[in-house]
């Protein structure tokens, strides 16, 4: 009757892929906990400079161009 298929029929043939899926998965599930808990889940880890700080505040118009330039001085200075 599964003379074509061997003694284990089509189910067994693809055992082995499944397993390696459920591993595979197992492992990333590890490794996303990992980076959540470790808090760099992909956010911007670079702080930003005072003088990056500076230019926003200025183009959200915090600050007036007399003061950008006086900080911007007293930054590069």
Same mark, same amino acid.
Request: glycine share 14%; hydrophobic share 55%.
């Given at each position: 009757m599964f003379h074509d298929m061997g003694e284990w029929?089509?189910?067994?043939?693809?055992?082995?892929?499944f397993m390696l899926l459920?591993?595979?998965?197992?492992?990333?599930g590890?490794?996303?906990?990992?980076?959540w808990l470790s808090g760099s889940g992909g956010?911007?880890?670079r702080s930003k400079t005072a003088?990056?700080?500076?230019?926003?505040?200025?183009? !959200?118009?915090?600050i007036d161009q007399q003061e950008y330039q006086q900080k !911007?001085?007293?930054?590069?200075?």
């Open positions: 029929g089509w189910g067994m043939g693809f055992g082995w892929f459920f591993w595979a998965l197992v492992i990333l590890i490794a996303a906990i990992v980076k956010g911007n880890a003088l990056e700080i500076l230019q926003e505040r200025y183009a !959200r118009g915090e !911007r001085r007293d930054l590069e200075s």
